[in-house]
Every structure is written in structure tokens, then in C-alpha cells.
């Protein structure tokens, strides 16, 4: 099992697990209120310290956009360097409407993985590889 240190902000709820392999909700660390094209800050109440090796990856719940309107505009990833005492996660959203999301209300997930291993690059006139029908296709319609 993976150790992690955590320390919250004043009033934000702990951080849960219900079943190996699940993501771990993160909560607004308080209320927030923003109208149609804001860009919204929301602070996620927790800072971490990751072990050496691993970092976090966020990404939003999955009905924040269709009941909140909010579009997650974060790059999502907090690296093991973020580790200080005031090194607090936050979230990055853009408003398409208005609304309210209130402290403790699970806005996102996050889950904790290995650091991607270094990598060297090949460059070839040709993969070799059929092609699978362009950008954002499967191949299939």
C-alpha cells in the first residue's frame, strides 16, 4: 500500500477510498459563485506529498459539465515537486452558464500513479502500422 501525507484545508472533508483501484474524489474548498465565460478558480482544500516516483493525475466528475456548466480547463497533473505546506490543489474551469458549487462538493477525481519513464524518440520515414482512420476516429462509423 502507498503512503501519502495530506493536509487539509480547515473545514474540507477527508478523502475516501471505497474500493482498491477506484479515484479519490477532491471537494471544492469552498463556495463559489460564477456567471457565463468566467474562468473559475476552485481550490480543492488538500496539499500533498507525494512520494518520489509518482505523481497525480485530476481530472473532473463526470456531470460537472451538464449539472454545473463547468468545462475543466486544467492541464490536471500535480508532480511530486508540489509537496510544500502551502503547495495547495486547485482546479481551473470555464463557466458556460451560471452558477454556484458549494464547499465540500465533490467537483473532481484524482488518482495516483507512477512517473512516466523516460523516453527516446526514433525518427522513421514510415511506422508501418495500418491506419486507423484519422484524428478522433476508430475506424469505424
Not at 18 to 43: K, M
Not at 48 to 57: D, R, T, V
Amino acid at each position: 500500500m502507498l503512503t501519502v501525507k495530506i493536509k487539509y484545508a480547515p473545514g474540507v472533508e477527508p478523502i475516501r477510498q471505497a474500493h482498491p483501484g477506484e479515484w479519490f474524489d477532491l471537494r471544492a474548498a469552498e463556495t463559489v459563485s460564477y456567471t457565463p465565460l468566467d474562468i473559475v478558480q476552485i481550490p480543492l482544500g488538500v496539499a500533498m506529498e507525494l512520494p518520489p516516483g509518482y505523481e497525480a493525475i485530476i481530472r473532473p466528475r463526470s456531470s460537472m459539465c451538464r449539472k454545473h456548466g463547468l468545462v475543466f480547463a486544467d492541464s490536471g497533473v500535480i508532480d511530486n515537486s508540489y509537496r510544500g505546506d502551502e503547495d495547495w490543489w486547485g482546479s481551473t474551469w470555464l463557466a458556460v452558464r451560471q452558477g454556484v458549487i458549494r464547499k465540500n462538493q465533490r467537483i473532481a477525481q484524482f488518482r495516483i500513479q507512477r512517473i512516466q519513464e523516460r523516453a527516446e524518440f526514433e525518427v522513421v520515414e514510415e511506422l508501418g502500422n495500418n491506419n486507423r482512420g484519422g484524428y478522433g476516429s476508430t475506424g469505424e462509423e
